[in-house]
């Protein structure tokens, strides 16, 4: 954990130089370990999205275990509901409008596009990657340290991060290992920054992207004065 106290608030300007393309999904259920074989699939139907700077390709996220019933481990159970999102820079954002109605091949399975739409990044002092790959993680405090240098070269003082569970992402011939990062009490600007940029390497594999998220900072407070 990573955590220092500050009362300031300082509001900041934003802008909307990325945005999300969202699109409705028809399609039951996906694998588990879905991220490159996403990335091929909109690679196919876009080449030019290696070119785009600070592009990222959201992972797709269904149902989670609950209620009596246990999610299987190799694949994902899509609702109606489900999203499926694409960060671009804002002038990209109505080419990949040309995927409404496309279906994309993911390994095995298929999924179909429609109803795009598009969304600014929302402005949040809590932010929550489910994936996040930096060349040094072998122990949480050099993930830390490592995520934490990256953000200085973006510019940014983060006071709160906490990092979690472990993920893999394969992709040929390699293994990302990743971990969950949250970060909190940000500043406007900064909020936009992190989630423009990403932090570490993958985010054309669903990793480094960040959304907003619940403050933790009652359940700090919470606990400090216990």
């Not at 999300?20 to 490159?36: E, G, L, P, T």
């Not at 899509?78 to 390994?107: A, N, Q, W």
Request: proline share 4%; hydrophobic share 35%; with cysteine.
């Amino acid at each position: 954990m990573y955590w220092e106290e500050d009362d300031q608030n300082k509001p900041n300007e934003t802008d909307n130089a990325i945005v999300d393309v969202s699109f409705k999904v028809n399609c039951n259920k996906i694998s588990s370990d879905h991220a490159y074989d996403l990335f091929e699939a909109v690679l196919n139907k876009f080449p030019k999205i290696r070119d785009i700077n600070n592009l990222a390709i959201h992972s797709v996220y269904g149902a989670e275990s609950g209620a009596g019933w246990e999610r299987p481990e190799t694949e994902i159970y899509l609702s109606k509901r489900t999203r499926f999102c694409i960060r671009t820079p804002v002038e990209y954002s109505k080419e990949f409008y040309k995927l409404d109605g496309e279906m994309l091949k993911i390994g095995k399975y298929e999924m179909t596009l429609s109803r795009p739409s598009t969304k600014n990044l929302i402005i949040t002092d809590t932010l929550f990657c489910r994936t996040v790959v930096v060349e040094n993680n072998a122990n949480e405090e050099e993930f830390l340290q490592e995520v934490n240098s990256s953000l200085i070269s973006m510019g940014i003082n983060v006071k709160k991060m906490l990092c979690g569970k472990e993920h893999f992402i394969k992709i040929p011939n390699k293994t990302l290992i990743g971990k969950t990062l949250l970060i909190t009490d940000l500043e406007k600007k900064d909020s936009i920054k992190i989630q423009q940029l990403g932090i570490g390497i993958g985010k054309l594999y669903g990793c480094g992207i960040f959304l907003p998220h619940k403050s933790i900072a009652p359940v700090a407070v919470s606990k400090s004065s216990e």
